[in-house]
Nanobody
Framework: QVQVEESGGGAVQEGGSLRLSCTFS????????MGWFRQAPGKEREGVSC????????YYADSVKGRFTISKDNAKNTLYLQMNSLKPDDTATYYC???????????WGQGTQVTVSS
């Protein structure tokens, strides 16, 4: 069983920081893309940031560029999202994704809530 599990969400004041973590099992052994999405109630899920470990290429949504940083720890099979200068608009449930490249396989975490108060 492939497991994807996020942690690190919470409630912070505007301008604060959080670091989200996502641990992967098994899927991290494959050629993959890894990333973070977020979804607010009643809204569509949107991509926040992603990377491809094999190339080091990264992507950031314009809304988070310069404030969020995606990274990974190979030894721990863990993906991180460092979120700085948080804004109320960042409030959402954040989901971790691993996609096995060359296949249709996608593995999602259960989500972790981020709430930013003005």
């Amino acid at each position: 069983q492939v497991q994807v599990e996020e942690s690190g969400g919470g409630a912070v004041q505007e301008g604060g920081s959080l670091r989200l973590s996502c641990t992967f099992s098994v899927v991290s052994m494959f050629d993959r893309a890894m990333g973070w999405f977020r979804q607010a109630p009643g809204k569509e899920r949107e991509g926040v940031s992603c990377l491809t470990p094999s190339t080091g290429n990264t992507y950031y949504a314009d809304s988070v560029k310069g404030r969020f940083t995606i990274s990974k720890d190979n030894a721990k099979n863990t993906l991180y999202l460092q979120m700085n200068s948080l804004k109320p608009d960042d409030t959402a449930t954040y989901y971790c994704l691993a996609k096995v490249l060359g296949t249709s396989l996608q593995y999602w975490g259960q989500g972790t809530q981020v709430t930013v108060s003005s």
